[in-house]
């Protein structure tokens, strides 16, 4: 922008579409504001004549010029073909323009695409610690000064916070990342010994980028406040203002004493910081923030299309550390009930055993009563020990499956799923779907070996054994009018996608339940 003001005045005006503007100066030498410009006086050049056009990409606002200059004074400005020329010109560099912005987008959405691809490969905690322990230590580790992480989670989840960081850096070219914890409350006191008294989840930092400052409480629970859904801040040049911009507002400077006075304390240097809480569905609560900085204007940051990526990456954050908690609490929950299972079966078998050894003893009727109740009682409890576990180990390998089918044929826990299910292998159809017929033949048998089991190693305790009329039908055989009949399946194989079954775990265990019930229960005949 020179003295005579000729650009600055070509950019005010207002292109509209289908009619694009133009400032001239027809003879600049006898303008009182351009006629001592060294260009206009013969220092650098003679030129007389001045058209312009505002460019504006978009229809946004203007951000140039594009100009002409010529020697020669003209009383009537340019010729329309001058003047379709210049226009055509102008249309030309705004749409070259346009074309960068939507090819640097594009790089953008490819690495927005393949970070959120990243998080949502992630399928079980072991895969967190298995591709964490193949990365190269980050940044903050080769300086020497690693960060102080809190220890109040479990590693798998501090694992996907840390590569959901390094993530964020590489996705949003920030110059340093890091996710803060969020207290419940000021009331909540924290009695745990083992805290290191550490709000940090995860940091990346850039080369040669200072470790920020640690946010105070305060700042923290100021900026959630005011940036409920995310928040652009920005420090501007020299005079240091705090301006701050929304998806649904505009830049305004911000008029709170303690985010101005935080903020640049707290990140030294940065002149963009990007603000998007944490929220957990399940506990509606924030549990974090994540905090993005960079340290100069080569990437701008605008509150209409960057906060609504960085959200959504957000999302997909809490989505898999939910995914992470949800399996280590079925883990738990299966453990807890195959150890108690076991637990229990221990002096069940020794009440029973206790009947079995009673009842060689004289009795009489109601002390035989009593024995009887005592031992289907024992029996039915026993029964319900092993459904409890059978589940436990539905629930098992339901979560191998799926863990299996998350991290493809190939991921790391398709050897174990292999080795678990050695003897148990479905046959696939050429969809992928295991067939149900297989299915169906291998729970059967599975289920007759352990009645059969059953049979021969307790065979007073299922109630044909001592004391038991001798013409009583096996448990495996059901009767019908008078007439036994042995457990059918009947399929419609000319229905193709009758066979095919994609709900594995969940069908065994109802199947297997109909089965122990109505093909092999003493209680409840087959009925058809």
């Not at 193949?134 to 989840?157: F, I, M, R």
């Not at 240097?269 to 990007?274: D, E, L, R, S, T």
């Not at 009593?370 to 409890?381: D, F, K």
């Amino acid at each position: 922008m020179h003295h005579g003001g000729l650009c600055e005045r070509t950019i005010t005006q207002q292109n509209y579409p289908g009619r694009m503007a133009l400032y001239e100066e027809y003879d600049m030498a006898k303008v009182e504001r351009t006629k001592n410009l060294p260009f206009v006086r013969g220092d650098i050049a003679k030129f007389r004549h001045y058209a312009g056009v505002p460019l504006n990409p978009y229809n946004g606002p203007n951000i140039g010029t594009v100009f002409t200059f010529s020697e020669t004074p003209l009383e009537n400005g340019l010729s329309p073909a001058d003047r379709l020329f210049l226009f055509e010109t102008a249309s030309h560099i705004n749409k070259h323009l346009e074309q960068a912005v939507e090819a640097l987008e594009g790089k953008r959405v490819l690495r927005f695409n393949q970070g959120v691809a990243s998080l949502l490969k992630i399928g079980s905690s072991e895969k967190v610690v298995a591709n964490h322990k193949s990365e190269q230590p980050s940044s903050a580790v080769q300086s020497g000064h690693e960060p102080l992480v809190s220890n109040l989670y479990t590693d798998s989840v501090l694992r996907l916070y840390q590569l959901a960081s390094s993530l964020l850096y590489d996705t949003f070219e920030f110059d340093g990342v890091r996710i803060q914890e969020v207290g419940l409350s000021e009331i909540v006191i924290n009695n745990n010994p083992d805290w290191n008294r550490s709000s940090l989840l995860a940091q990346h930092l850039g080369p040669g980028i200072a470790q920020p400052q640690e946010p105070c409480p305060v700042l923290i629970e100021k900026l959630l406040n005011r940036f409920p859904h995310g928040g652009i801040i920005q420090i501007l040049g020299e005079s240091g203002d705090v301006v701050a911009a929304t998806s649904a507002h505009d830049a305004a400077p911000v008029d709170d004493p303690i985010i101005s006075a935080e903020i640049p304390r707290t990140f030294r240097g940065a002149q963009q910081i990007i603000v998007m809480p944490l929220w957990d569905t399940y506990h509606e609560r924030n549990i974090g923030v994540v905090l993005g900085f960079a340290n100069d204007q080569s990437r701008v940051y605008l509150g209409s299309t960057d906060l609504s990526s960085i959200s959504a990456f957000c999302t997909t954050i809490m989505t898999q550390v939910r995914r992470l908690e949800v399996q280590a609490m079925d883990r738990i929950k299966s453990d807890f009930l195959g150890s108690v299972s076991h637990e229990m079966r221990t002096p069940l078998h020794g009440i029973l055993s206790s009947l079995e050894l009673l009842a060689d003893t004289p009795y009489n009727e109601h002390q035989h009563d009593l024995l009887e109740t005592a031992r289907y009682s024992g029996v039915s409890l026993l029964d319900t020990i092993d459904r409890i576990l059978h589940f436990s180990n539905i629930s098992s390998e339901a979560r191998m499956s799926d863990e299996t089918i998350s991290n493809g044929p190939t991921g790391p826990l398709s050897h174990q799923w292999s080795l678990l299910n050695h003897q148990s292998v479905v046959s696939p159809t050429r969809t992928g779907s295991p067939n149900i017929i297989h299915v169906c033949e291998e729970i059967v048998n599975r289920e007759a070996r352990r009645l059969r089991l059953k049979e021969a190693v307790r065979p007073e305790l299922l109630g044909y054994g001592r004391n038991t009329p001798r013409n009583r039908q096996p448990a495996s055989v059901s009767r019908v009018n008078g007439k036994s009949h042995q457990p059918i399946v009947i399929f419609d194989t000319n229905v193709t996608w009758s066979c095919c079954l994609t709900a594995v775990a969940s069908f065994r265990a109802v199947f297997s339940n109909l089965l122990v019930r109505h093909a092999f229960g003493r209680l409840t005949p087959l009925a058809s």
